[in-house]
């Protein structure tokens, strides 16, 4: 293999996994599954379906605005920070993202990140599901997105929550009770017509 890398008749080694990690983060789907290989076989796997439409347009929307793209590192760590995942990020694509305003810190002592306000705008306009409720998730990835969903969401109710990031709405009502209590967020107004807000 080295012998045809040095003579230019194929590319770098490993360069074909590298687009097919980019191409499935910049079109939303799921990355490519290798967790069935054995040391007999590769098995590949790629998934057609859309995991996020709202972090689908985010990252191409930013790639079209850039002369010079992010890279696939870069989107792996957008897409980590998406599920709510703060740990194992490429260190030099975290500076890069953070130094542009596309991922911020939202707790510096734990060092977790959220994406930048256009993605939750994104799902707010659209009413797109945040991918990283779609799966399993973790209780504090879900109340991250839920806080993220209020902040962009004055006055928003349990009803449209629910709906936002596709959750059942007594799952819903049981992540709001748990934020005020941690006096996080408050509720204002009637039980009819009042809604969440974030604590200042």
């Known amino acids: 293999m080295e012998v045809l ?21 910049m079109e939303g789907k799921p990355l490519p599954d290798y967790s069935q290989t054995d040391e007999y076989q590769v ?4 998934q057609a379906r ?3 439409e709202a972090f689908y347009i985010f990252v191409n929307e930013i790639q079209n605005r850039r002369k010079n793209k992010l890279n696939v590192f870069d989107l ?5 920070v998406r599920q709510g995942i703060s740990t194992d990020l490429f260190e030099e694509s ?8 596309l991922i911020k810190l939202l707790n510096p002592e734990s060092a977790e990140f959220i994406l930048c306000d256009f993605y939750y705008d994104i799902i707010k306009q659209s009413g797109s599901v945040n991918g990283s409720v779609n799966g399993s998730v973790n209780g504090s ?6 806080l993220e969903i209020i902040r962009h969401n ?11 990031i596709n959750i059942p709405y007594r799952t819903a009502a049981r992540y709001l009770a748990k934020l005020k209590e941690e006096n996080l967020i ?10 969440y807000y974030l604590k200042k």
């Open 76 to 80: 792996l760590t957008l897409d980590r």
């Open 186 to 195: 408050e509720f204002r107004g009637s039980p009819k017509t009042g809604g």
């Open 43 to 46: 098995d590949l796997r790629l």
């Open 141 to 146: 990835d879900l109340e991250k997105t839920i």
């Open 5 to 25: 890398e040095k003579t230019g008749e194929v590319e770098r080694s490993g360069q074909g996994v590298d687009k097919m990690f980019y191409i499935c983060l």
């Open 94 to 101: 975290v500076e890069k993202l953070q130094s542009e305003g």
């Open 154 to 164: 004055d006055n928003i109710n349990i009803k449209k929550i629910s709906e936002l």
């Open 50 to 52: 859309i995991v996020d």
